[in-house]
């Protein structure tokens, strides 16, 4: 869902790999993560903070990546949804 970096040493050659992934899961995850931002006090304080740190638009891509990754693992463990599981390092 996220470009990966090219770097080393801390000198940055581009992204490696620009097609990462299905754009149209990238598209569902993306138009989830807003409406999970809907009324959502944690979810938008989670945002804010990785706003200040990485921009608006890579931060609904880190929150639309989370939650793909929640999604898998909900799947893959037949699980229900936890909001404190899932904002747990914070």
Known sequence: LVKCANESAGK????????IGNAHL???FSEAAVLFLRGNKTAQDYLDKQTKKF???K?????????GRAVYF????????????FFRSQ
Request: aromatic share 8%; no cysteine; glycine share 12%.
């Open 12 to 19: 940055k050659m581009g992204t490696s790999g620009s097609k």
């Open 26 to 28: 990238k598209w569902a």
């Open 55 to 57: 921009g608006k638009g």
């Open 59 to 67: 931060a609904l891509s880190i929150l639309a990546h989370k939650l």
């Open 74 to 85: 909900m799947m893959k463990r037949n699980d229900v949804f936890d909001m404190n599981y």
